[in-house]
């Protein structure tokens, strides 16, 4: 009892603070409740392709296939494609974790795999759109340059930094998914 306690205490806290608030202010519960519900709704739609795409990704490329494209032996090639996958993304980076894991369980270079979790972050193509939209393509132009040096730098550092252990470690948790 007390594991599932431990488990679930911060939604145990937020059902008490909700049950709470409903008592003591009704509308603020309401709204609170309405928007959650919303969020909620999103949060299915995105996640919903994302994972039939993983699906589909899981079922139509094969292992080895990946691990020609993006594998230990990738070279330049593998770096720049996961580079170009995730530039051209534009869903939130809570969703990109799955994708990274079935890339990770496919055969994928741990440093590719860290360079497109890295570029979905910091160099989406919409996000340089908005950039040159509200700063100007000089300041976005400079700041794409160095980001790829940064994305490249923390993907190798990381790279560098595990042991042979904690990659064997990450495919294995990879594989069981």
């Not at 994302?50 to 070279?75: N, Q």
């Not at 993304?89 to 809570?94: D, F, G, R, S």
């Not at 741990?110 to 393509?137: K, Q």
Request: aromatic share 14%; with cysteine; glycine share 6%.
């Amino acid at each position: 009892m007390n594991k599932i306690i431990k488990k679930y205490v911060f939604f145990l806290i937020v059902v008490a603070i909700n049950l709470l608030t409903m008592f003591f202010y009704p509308q603020v519960e309401k709204d609170t409740l309405i928007f959650t519900g919303e969020n909620f709704i999103n949060f299915l739609f995105m996640l919903t392709p994302i994972f039939i795409c993983i699906g589909l990704l899981d079922v139509w490329v094969d292992r080895e296939t990946m691990i020609k494209i993006m594998g230990e032996k990738s070279g330049l090639p593998g770096i720049f494609v996961a580079f170009l996958l995730g530039v051209a993304t534009a869903v939130p980076l809570y969703a990109l974790f799955p994708v990274a894991g079935m890339m990770l369980k496919k055969g994928s270079k741990i440093t590719n795999v860290l360079i497109f979790i890295c570029s979905c972050a910091s160099i989406r193509i919409p996000l340089l759109l908005f950039e040159v939209s509200s700063m100007g393509w000089k300041f976005t132009i400079i700041r794409f340059i160095v980001n790829i040096f940064v994305v490249m730098i923390i993907a190798f550092i990381i790279e560098k930094v595990l042991t042979e252990k904690n990659k064997k470690s990450i495919y294995d948790k990879a594989k069981n998914m």
